[in-house]
């Protein structure tokens, strides 16, 4: 059913917005194509970007306005008009840093030069004025209707990313152990998407903050997204953790079948706690951590035998595995602690 719904909040608040702002022109009886191209334009995800931008697209739709009187004064309605107006606005907005502006301000210089015929001042006065009421209007309307909560949408996508990274996780240790080929291909296409998610998910972090300037959070929200940030600051050290495990050379391993089974009795367990949270022991999940301990201290002795090998290392694929597992182990810990406080409805 998602794919049929085509109405969010920011569409319905650019709807508004383009009503509010035609309607206020039209009762000042100024053209309002250039006010509803501001306005549209200046629905950002967050009111904190429609404020900052619209900042910096005031400056340069006036910049784009002065062009086209000029060179409509100079070369009257012809095509050296039209490009001398384009470029020298680009260029400009470009040399102010106006960067934000620039497509707007092209905008506006372009089609001012269509509709100028006489009265330039006070064209370029009306230009400006619309320019002011689509900013205005926009970002009121992004300030109090429909004002963005993306806590919601990112505690989901963190616990998406956590089912996936259990996927990932099982599938990666059972492949090696198992000592059968994994399929890196599509091992490595969960990693991207994965690392995509996650930064999908701290840009709408950063939303969140931004958007707190101006709608205050209570002390209930405050904790979410304070537990929210720790969440995705554990999964980015999971998931490197997991590129770790997919870079490390695995080519043979010196565990014996019992070794082997413990280790994927405590991966499935991890796999599974990711998988479902509400599954997750403190206390079971200590004991095996308890128990990897013991096999990395005897792995890493075993390692450092001269008797084992002719030349001894620190650092085997056992211990590389063994490390990253108890890496992970103790993120995860972090990952569901204090699951109540925090988990979607």
């Given at each position: 059913m998602k794919r049929f719904r085509f109405?969010?909040?920011?569409?319905?608040?650019?709807?508004?917005?383009?009503?509010?702002?035609?309607?206020?022109?039209?009762?000042?009886?100024?053209?309002a194509v250039f006010a509803v191209i501001t306005a549209i334009v200046t629905i950002e995800p967050t009111a904190a970007d429609s404020i900052r931008k619209g900042l910096i697209r005031f400056p340069a739709s006036a910049i784009g306005s002065a062009y086209a009187v000029l060179f409509i004064f100079?070369?009257?309605?012809?095509?050296?008009?039209?490009?001398?107006?384009?470029?020298?606005?680009?260029?400009?907005?470009?040399?102010?840093?106006?960067?934000?502006?620039?497509?707007?301000?092209?905008?506006?210089s372009v089609a001012m030069i269509e509709v100028i015929h006489s009265n330039f001042l006070i064209s370029f006065f009306i230009r400006l004025g619309t320019t002011s009421i689509g900013l205005l209007i926009s970002t009121a309307v992004n300030l109090f209707v429909f004002p963005?909560?993306?806590?919601?949408?990112?505690?989901?996508?963190?616990?998406s990313m956590a089912r996936t990274t259990g996927i990932e996780l099982e599938n990666i240790l059972k492949a090696?152990?198992?000592?059968?080929?994994?399929?890196?291909q599509q091992i490595r296409d969960t990693f991207s998407q994965l690392k995509r998610k996650l930064d999908?998910?701290?840009?709408l972090i950063r939303f969140q903050k931004e958007e707190s300037k101006y709608h205050r959070f209570d002390e209930q929200s405050k904790k979410v997204f304070r537990s929210e940030q720790e969440k995705l600051a554990a999964l980015r050290l999971i998931h490197y953790h997991i590129g770790n495990l997919i870079n490390t050379p695995l080519n043979t391993l010196l565990w014996t079948d019992q070794e082997?089974?413990?280790?994927?009795?405590?991966?499935?367990?991890?796999?599974?706690?990711?998988?479902?949270?509400?599954k997750f022991s403190s206390e079971a999940h200590r004991n095996q951590i308890q128990s990897l301990m013991t096999q990395f201290w005897k792995s890493k002795k075993d390692a450092a035998d001269p008797k084992e090998k002719n030349s001894p290392t620190f650092f085997t694929a056992e211990i590389i595995i063994l490390y990253e597992i108890l890496s992970i182990y103790n993120l995860v810990e972090d990952l569901l602690d204090e699951e109540d406080a925090s988990a979607p409805e």
């Open positions: 109405f969010g909040g920011r569409i319905v608040k650019t709807g508004i917005a383009v009503f509010l702002t035609s309607l206020i022109c039209q009762w000042l009886d100024w053209p100079l070369f009257g309605n012809s095509p050296i008009t039209y490009t001398a107006a384009a470029v020298c606005t680009i260029v400009t907005c470009f040399r102010l840093k106006l960067h934000s502006g620039l497509l707007v301000a092209t905008l506006t963005p909560n993306y806590s919601k949408l990112i505690l989901n996508n963190i616990y090696i152990l198992a000592e059968k080929e994994p399929d890196y999908k998910t701290e840009m082997k089974q413990k280790v994927c009795q405590t991966v499935e367990s991890l796999a599974t706690a990711l998988k479902n949270p509400d």
